[in-house]
């Protein structure tokens, strides 16, 4: 009972701790960009065209916009101030939920506590990155909620632990990239654990939700995923390698699977905004600037081409684009249909580069390890969009203290992941030396928790480092609390190790 007394007033120190911090940066934040009115394209959108832009996007969750939509409703003179209390509440309730995590692993109160601060302290960089209002912000809290589901399923089969679990898996398919290869990922896992019926039922809601909210792009065009970007990202990924570029104007020079309609654009785009106009086929007037401009140039595309899905795209473009507010958010230089079969053929193009030349991607791959690896800044906000991160500096300078755990926590992630592996196939074969490599492992006594971490940081790493060239260092930072547990739990090895040592 005192255990638990003492852990209910820590955590009342943790709120109060995280709170009264995010006031002080709040008034020392001198550009501070929430106390201005915002007034744009954007906000015009949500007040007065809500429901005609979402029946058209197709860049990003559709649930983001919805978000932004009612913190407009709440207060118009500056949604992203709403967004910001929305994300930090979230941010604070998920400290709390790692000081659990972080005290199971560490079992000391007073630790758990300091690492806590540390950890509820670097969130307000991510708070205040982009305003508190990209689609990526509910990441550490959407990835908070599916590793404490998954341990709470792990330790007692009961109602409110399924619910919570199915919650945390609809909401992390939902609204984030991978989001359901990781949901799937984790009812396999889980597999032999959960009741086979009711994984039936999970599996239902969560196909049933993600139906939902991809139904669009399904209908529109023809992709089961949140966003319509893939193609252009895979042709960046491909691009990003030193040697590519020859490669691939290469290919598109000697073969004839891209029409001509496409070679142009590419070319065209190349030639005005160089690679960064090719990868996203900006060979167009700009959708809200140069409208009748637009118009023409892709009536001219349409009529001489003999492309039916060509026009198909055209023939939906011309039909919005006499409502510029359906390209006020998203990714604006993809929002056209045509982008979307742009994207399309830069996706094969891609594909067809590294099935011909595997090894000229190595340049890319290693580039995007590396950019993933920055991802233990991010918190610091002096090398990720530093000028889009509007806090004190000693604010930033403080948080390279947490950034040395978090960077040591995608070493050890490997590290539990490897030994986890080598246990189970120890633990499912029989051979000579077993008994002898099965001590030397038992040095590493990694728990489910920490099991299931350092294979989430993995898995995570592994996709966005094969997909994504240059934005890892923040669509990792969802996963880095993980990196935390993980160092954490390699010290407390090390220091068990320690004392075992010693006692005999």
Known sequence: MNLLGSIHKQQKILILISFFYRVLIFLCSKENPFITRKINSYTEMLDNYFLSFISYEHTKPILFFFKDYLAFKIYPYNYSLINLLIISVLDIISVLIYYQLILKISGNLKNSLIISILLSFSFVTWEYWREASHYDHLNIFLFAIFLHSNYLIFLKKRFTNYLYYTFSLIFISIMTSFGVIFALTSIVINFKIINKKVICIILSFLFSFYLIFVSGNIKNHGTPLLSTVGGQNLLQFVWNSNNAEAQIFQKLDNSNKYPSWYKNCFYEAFRENGKYGSIYGKCFPDPIKDNIELKKYLLNLSNNSKDKKLKSYVKKDLEVLDNPFHFAGGVGEVKLGFSVYYGKYSSKLARDVIIENPFVILNSLLRSVYSGLTSSLFFTGLYYESQLIKV?????????????????????????????????????????????????????????????????????????????????????????????????????????????????
């Open 392 to 504: 004190p500096i000693f604010h930033k300078f403080f948080n390279f203290i947490i950034s040395v755990f978090l960077f040591w926590g995608i070493v050890f992630s490997i590290i539990y992941s490897t030994l986890s592996l080598a246990k189970f196939i120890l633990n499912n074969i029989h051979f000579k030396f077993k008994s002898y490599l099965y001590l030397k492992l038992k040095f590493f006594n990694s728990d489910y928790l920490l099991n299931y971490a350092s294979f989430f940081v993995i898995l995570n790493y592994f996709l966005f480092s094969i997909t994504t060239c240059c934005e890892n260092s923040r669509m990792l930072v969802g996963i880095l609390p993980y990196c935390l547990l993980t160092t954490i739990g390699f010290l407390i090895n090390i220091r068990d190790k320690k004392l075992n040592l010693l006692k005999s």
